[in-house]
């Protein structure tokens, strides 16, 4: 008669052991469904989060590689000036590549955009000032006038003045020489027959019907109004100089040139633009380049990719 509680308590003690394991199962597997979890959303985040610092890094960069290129037109317009913007340019280059190297991280970003700002900052200072220079060359010339009567009425200060007047008639030369901007080379398919001539462009090699060159000659006020004559030379994928292939001797140098152009210049802004037809010629794939020149001065070069 005793025997049989002991049997039923020995069963609810199993059957309390198993339930006991199967909530203790149900839990470690709670726990491990919740740190996959975990550990996923703190991935996605910190995936996130890269991209963003990505997206960033890659769009100060463009940023920079902007700061550079204006940098590189002002010091082709202001060769007065060109060392000092030449500094500053490479550090603009110095940071490129600093952060081009350097892993993405909040902090050091914060420290590249805030170099990269003070670069900025500089460069506006650089151009205000040499703005200011210009246009106070203007008012130097006038300055030279009042000059040479003063030397008439005072020789005893003739040898002071005529330095002053050197140093003023050099100053007026730097801002008075035009110096073209914005040099393209384009290829030029087949033309649209319409009222306003419309051109279409074509980066393939087989297509090109002529190499189109322009450039822009800005507004300059103190420069000499008359013809200016430059001289364009275009060399194909193998350096093959393309179109007259005409020769011409300054002194003992000599340049071969594709073509040139003589503009009437009048202190005006103007664009010039010219042609070598290439409907004839098979153009080889590759890269074309584009020089400018004024007598044997080079002033500007660029590429074009044909494909």
Known sequence: MNEAPKINDKANGEKKEKGSKKWLILLLLLLLIGSVGYNYYTQQRSTATVNVLTDEKNELLKELEALKKQYDQEILNNKSVAAELEAERDKVLKLMDKLKNSDVQMNSLRTFRKEAQDLKLNMSHLIT??????????????????????????????????????????SIERGS????????????????????????????????????VCFNLPENPLAEKGEIKFYIQITDPQNNIMGQKKTI?????SLTYSFDKVIHYDNKAQEVCGYINTAFVDLPKGSYIVQLFRDDEFLLTEKLALF
């Open 129 to 170: 000032e040499n703005r200011m220079l210009k246009a106070l060359n203007g008012q130097l010339r006038n300055k030279v006038d009042s000059t040479f009567v003063v030397l008439n009425q005072a020789e005893i200060k003739a040898n002071t003045l005529s330095k002053k007047v050197k140093t003023m008639a050099t």
């Open 177 to 212: 020489v035009v110096q073209p901007l914005n040099l393209t080379i384009q290829a030029v398919g087949q033309r649209v027959q319409s009222k306003t001539k419309r051109e279409s462009y074509t980066n393939r090699a087989k297509k090109a019907r002529e190499i189109k």
């Open 249 to 253: 001797f300054f002194n003992d140098k």
